[in-house]
């Protein structure tokens, strides 16, 4: 089973800071199957991201993936209040799927 | 509209079988590509993916879970059921069910989820 590290554990910035967050896969993934999901308390996830780059219906072109192999990042250009949340990234292989501990990006 | 929705108990005895409904509407699960998973989360942790049932009725489970586990579809119903035995309090959690697309299996459509509690 794929394995997802994601980094940091927690990051705190200000609204209009560029977030990076990291996810490093314990083998190769294939780019096709990647995602990024944002969950704020008390809601489902929402997919942000698929196929490593592509954002989902809706999503503001603020936010970017980027990756390939063993490691992807999601990328926030300027924080808008409503971004702080904690982000998961997930992989799909041998038709299942396993997602990162995930990273809480919280208010500075 | 998509839209999915988990029904079942609160609270379940340790020992018991879970059985958890996801009703949805909006789409097909006889329609070429579509899946329905479940996924769980506890308390302050990350999502974890349980099982999944295709249009074409393949099963799928997680690797960990897979001899407690059982994914059922009713198309007639849009209804896909979850059976969990032997219920343990670490099982206690979020369960969200959520459509997932053959094209990009990306989860793209998450229900608001249920909370179940594992306790004597």
């Known amino acids: 089973e794929i394995v997802l590290t994601q980094s940091p554990g927690t990051l705190s910035l200000s609204p209009g800071d560029r977030a990076t967050l990291s996810c490093r896969a314990s083998?190769?993934?294939?780019?096709?199957?990647f995602a990024w999901y944002q969950q704020k308390p008390g809601q489902a996830p929402r997919l942000l991201i698929y196929?490593?780059?592509t954002r989902a219906t809706g999503i503001p072109d603020r936010f970017s993936g980027s990756g390939s192999g063993t490691d992807f990042t999601l990328t926030i250009s300027r924080l808008e209040p409503e971004d702080f949340a904690v982000y998961y990234c997930q992989q799909y292989g041998s038709s299942r799927y396993t997602f990162g501990q995930g990273t809480k990006l919280e208010i500075k | 509209q998509v839209t999915l929705k988990e029904s079942g108990p609160a609270l379940v005895k340790p020992t018991q079988t879970l059985t958890l409904t996801c009703t949805f509407s909006g789409f097909s699960l006889s329609t070429n590509g579509v899946r329905v998973n479940w996924i769980r989360q506890p308390p302050g942790k990350a999502l974890e993916w349980l099982a999944r049932?295709?249009?074409?009725?393949?099963?799928f489970y997680s690797t960990s879970l897979r001899t407690r586990l059982t994914i059922s579809k009713d198309t007639s119903k849009n209804q896909v059921v979850l059976t969990m035995t032997n219920m343990d309090p670490v099982d206690t959690a979020t369960y969200f069910c959520?459509?997932?697309?053959?094209?990009?299996?990306?989860?793209?459509?998450w229900g608001q989820g249920t909370m179940v509690t594992v306790s004597s």
């Open positions: 959520a459509r997932s697309l053959y094209s990009s299996n990306a989860i793209d459509i």
């Open positions: 083998q190769s993934v294939i780019s096709t199957y």
């Open positions: 049932i295709d249009w074409d009725d393949d099963k």
């Open positions: 196929g490593a780059s």
